[in-house]
């Protein structure tokens, strides 16, 4: 099979390697039939995330159909069209019991990071009757292959733990698709206001067409005393969407006393946390790998019309096409890219 291989920092190859095959009574093989590409997978060939090693197919979205199953699955079998969670579940260990999925004792973030994940013609999936979700066969797989990790990721570690609740004055810093994810499901909440930052104007610009009330260019100097002024005493909820200290910063200057500060971003290096100024301030910090324990609800949502995670989508690549694709989303202020989709058989 072809899949997308990381040579380590700054490599990747589209490149022949064996089919995978069944190594526990719980396994599936899926034939992926739509994947796409995450902002951390980024991450990863800058290096900011060093357990990944060279010669892993990388990916953790996906959609396909069961090819081959285990003979302890029970709850998908061949020829069925599954959703392919971010993260892998065993659903028994004690993690997995109080829904820290992302702890997993032999699970958790391993797709595209300690196994190989799908970007690639075929995958394996371990635990599957945990780790996927049986689709409708005429479901849109571009809508629901945005549920394998950017929605709930928005929605779990930026809405969730910033316990956005009706009223409240919401910044989100970093327009990218979690960004975004977190923005359309932060109106579910009923927020007074949601303000979105970043540096890329087109980025701004769809932000404000999903539904923010206001925006902000990130490279302004005196951006901080804008928002300060704007909002009073800050905002009750920052949602940091980028991971890097630069707006991790910015998010603990504007964040207001007893408001919360949610960390989505992947980060490769250090912050500075300005714990002398905020412990007074009865700030939450939250920070957080997404569980996955809301997927069942955005799918319901998205199957009731009340969720479009399809509004992501801006280009369309077929799955051989995957270099250019990363090349797209790699350079996302130019290419005006948001969430990109592999398609096979295209």
């Known amino acids: 099979m072809k899949a997308l291989v990381y040579g380590g920092p700054a490599k990747r190859s589209w490149e022949d390697k064996p089919n995978p095959t069944l190594q526990e009574p719980t396994d599936a093989i899926v034939r992926i039939t739509t994947s796409t590409i995450c902002g951390t997978d980024l991450h990863i060939l800058k290096g900011d995330v060093p357990e990944v090693m060279a ?135 009923s927020p007074a206001e949601l303000m979105m930052i970043d540096l890329d104007p087109n980025r701004l610009e769809v ?42 910063d910015l998010c603990q200057k504007i964040v207001a006393p007893g408001g919360h500060l949610a960390n989505v971003g992947v980060h490769g290096k250090p912050v500075q946390l300005e714990l002398q100024k905020l412990w007074i301030q009865n700030i939450t910090l939250r920070t957080g790998l997404v569980d996955t324990y809301s997927t069942s609800q955005l799918l319901k949502m998205v199957n009731a019309g009340r969720l479009e995670p399809i509004k992501m989508v801006t280009h369309r690549f077929p799955l051989s096409d995957t270099m250019k694709a990363y090349d797209t989303f790699g350079a996302a202020a130019r290419e005006k890219a948001i969430k990109v989709i592999l398609q096979a058989g295209r």
Not at 94 to 107: A, L, N, P, V
Not at 218 to 238: F, I, M, N, W, Y
């Open 55 to 189: 010669g892993r197919t990388l990916g953790h979205e996906g959609v396909g159909i069961v090819e081959e199953v285990g003979p302890a699955v029970r709850n998908v079998a061949v020829g069925d069209k599954v959703l392919l969670s971010c993260i892998t579940s065993c659903g028994r260990c004690d993690y997995c019991k109080r829904t820290i999925y992302s702890h997993c004792r032999e699970g958790g973030w391993i797709l595209g990071r300690l196994i190989d994940g799908t970007q690639a013609e075929y995958v394996r999936i371990p635990f599957a009757d945990t780790s996927t979700y049986k689709l409708a066969k005429d479901a849109n797989e571009e809508a629901m292959v945005m549920l394998s990790d950017i929605f709930p990721t928005g929605y779990e570690v930026g809405v969730l733990n910033g316990a956005v609740k009706p009223g409240d004055v919401v910044a989100i810093v970093g327009a990218g698709p979690v960004g975004l994810s977190a923005l359309l499901t932060a109106q579910l909440f």
């Open 207 to 248: 932000a404000r067409s999903f539904g923010a009330t206001s925006t902000f260019d990130a490279s302004k100097p005196d951006l901080v005393e804008e928002l300060l002024e704007k909002t009073g005493d800050g905002v009750d909820v920052a949602i940091e969407a980028v991971g890097i200290p630069a707006t991790f």
